[in-house]
């Protein structure tokens, strides 16, 4: 069986506390501790209040994102905020280059013409 985390509510039946494999019609029912009693096949599957369920479900995802889900989310953000900025500061630096580029042949092309007609006239 999987580790459960220490927050799971062991009241909310898993697939693998449900379905028997290979044998997909029947369905087991959980014991008070939440572990699977292998003698306990029941041919009915149990129907389960979904309102409840959903309940139970939107809790959990309340939890998780008011718990470590928030930690997770925060920290794809900063990751997405640094990979951005990078991006940016990347862009811009190229941009820069390129225009320094052209500024700079101006300005040699410049300068050696001032500097051939000052030697032409001297």
């Not at 799971?8 to 029947?26: C, E, H, M, R």
């Not at 959903?54 to 997770?72: H, M, P, S, W």
């Not at 989310?73 to 997405?80: G, K, M, P």
Request: glycine share 6%.
């Amino acid at each position: 069986m999987t580790k459960m985390p220490d927050s799971f509510d062991q009241s909310i039946p898993v697939l693998t506390n449900v379905v028997v494999p290979g044998k997909l019609a029947y369905a087991r029912s959980a014991s008070a501790e939440g572990t699977v009693e292998p003698s306990a096949v029941n041919p009915v599957v149990v129907d389960y209040d979904s309102t409840r369920v959903a309940e139970r479900a939107r809790g959990r995802v309340t939890q998780f994102l008011t718990g470590d889900g928030r930690a997770v989310i925060e920290a794809r953000c900063e990751e997405l905020l640094r990979e951005h900025s990078t991006r940016i500061a990347q862009d811009l630096a190229n941009e820069l280059t390129t225009a320094l580029e052209n500024r700079m042949r101006a300005w040699v092309g410049e300068a050696m013409e001032e500097e051939l007609r000052r030697q032409r006239e001297g």
